[in-house]
T-cell receptor, first 114, second 113 residues
């Protein structure tokens, strides 16, 4: 594994369901990110946490709710999603949000909303 | 905000050929330019990066060049191999403001044996 672990790898949910995605890193990184990856589109930044504090919310609908209990764990809570929310959700971490180091990505959760 | 354009969207080459992927950026304050490789069904991985104080960086068969005046940077892969087949993403981040990178749309590189 890469150091950034995402679970589950695949998720199928109905529009009325509530589910959560989990991301975990033990790299000693202090910044964690959620990205959405859809076909034919650039990676879309959703949320940024730096030292457990949310520093960016990129106009994400409220049906996506992040949670960062500590610098090693990041969650994305999902409820009443729409079919267009189907995508690969990638978690990433970096040493710090304020330094230009590269990201370490997780393998992603493939989400299908039916 | 920053805008990153990446071309081509698809690149098909024969094994052993060279491949070049180009990106342009809009904000002259950008100073960090990473490249990521994403194989099918796998996570993006950082393969090389360059900062604005250098014009070129090389790591074995891959190299990145940066032209700050023209605001473009390129990824060069020499002696391509089938395992180089993947989607490659460029990115640019802005110094002094947000360090969150803006990604290009990606280039699907196909290397034919």
């Amino acid at each position: 594994e890469t150091g950034v672990t995402q679970t589950p790898r695949h998720l199928v949910m109905g529009m009325t369901n509530k589910k959560s995605l989990k991301c975990e890193q033990h790299l000693g990184h202090n910044a964690m990110y959620w990205y959405k990856q859809s076909a034919k589109k650039p990676l879309e930044l959703m949320f940024v946490y730096n030292f457990k504090e949310q520093t960016e919310n990129n106009s994400v609908p409220s049906r996506f709710s992040p949670e960062c209990p500590n610098s090693s764990h990041l969650f994305l809570h999902l409820h009443t999603l729409q079919p267009e929310d189907s995508a690969l959700y990638l978690c990433a971490s970096s040493l710090s949000r304020t330094e230009d180091y590269g990201y370490t990505f997780g393998s992603g959760t493939r989400l299908t909303v039916v | 905000g920053e805008n990153v354009e990446q071309h081509p969207s698809t690149l098909s080459v024969q094994e052993g050929d060279s491949a070049v992927i180009k990106c342009t950026y809009s904000d002259s304050a950008s100073n960090y330019f990473p490249w990521y490789k994403q194989e099918l069904g796998k996570r993006p991985q950082l393969i090389i990066d360059i900062r604005s104080n250098v014009g070129e960086k090389k790591d074995q068969r891959i190299a990145v060049t940066l032209n700050k005046t023209a605001k473009h940077f390129s990824l060069h892969i020499t002696e391509t191999q089938p395992e180089d087949s993947a989607v490659y993403f460029c990115a640019a981040s802005i110094r002094g403001g947000s360090y969150i990178p803006t990604f290009g749309r990606g280039t699907s590189l196909i290397v034919h044996p």
